[in-house]
């Protein structure tokens, strides 16, 4: 990774925890899985995939929330916003909250996850969608696939 690559900042709603990431996510995301609605409140959330070395806390320290295991959810400790997600199995990437970013707009998702739970009426325009997760054996594809697009802040 580069020092040119460009740098996207983002934060909790109270600003208590801020972050950064660096260059463009490997995925970009949309889990429609009836514990993401209930975590966010909304229809899916929506994320983008970086490696953890494109990834780091500025400020303020991230508590685990969520179920508090495998995925681990991580939290601003005042305002609870859900910030990132992390896999116990491996720290190698980390699953930053897409609203959180600054610019948040552009970060239209790619894919979608779950569709078997999703809410009738819930639209994402994603490009590929999954009744559950992909196998892991798919996110090599997904990945090239979605490095080769274009207008992935459109």
Not at 16 to 24: E, L, N, Q, Y
Request: aromatic fraction near 12%; glycine fraction near 6%.
């Amino acid at each position: 990774m580069s020092d040119q690559d460009p740098v996207q900042e983002g934060s909790c709603r109270c600003g208590h925890v801020r972050f950064a990431v660096r260059g463009k996510p490997l995925l970009t995301m949309a889990c429609h899985c009836t514990g993401c609605q209930k975590m966010t409140a909304g229809a899916f959330s929506l994320s983008a995939l970086y490696s953890s070395d494109a990834f780091e806390v500025l400020e303020g320290e991230p508590v685990l929330g969520g179920m508090r295991a495998s995925p681990r959810h991580f939290f601003c400790p005042s305002c609870m916003s859900w910030l990132f997600t992390r896999l116990a199995e491996t720290d190698a990437f980390v699953n930053v909250r897409a609203t959180m970013l600054e610019g948040a707009a552009s970060f239209r998702p790619f894919m979608e996850t779950y569709t078997s739970e999703k809410l009738p009426w819930a639209t994402t325009g994603a490009a590929r969608s999954f009744e559950e997760f992909p196998a892991p054996e798919q996110y090599p594809e997904l990945i090239r696939a979605y490095a080769e697009q274009s207008d992935w802040r459109a």
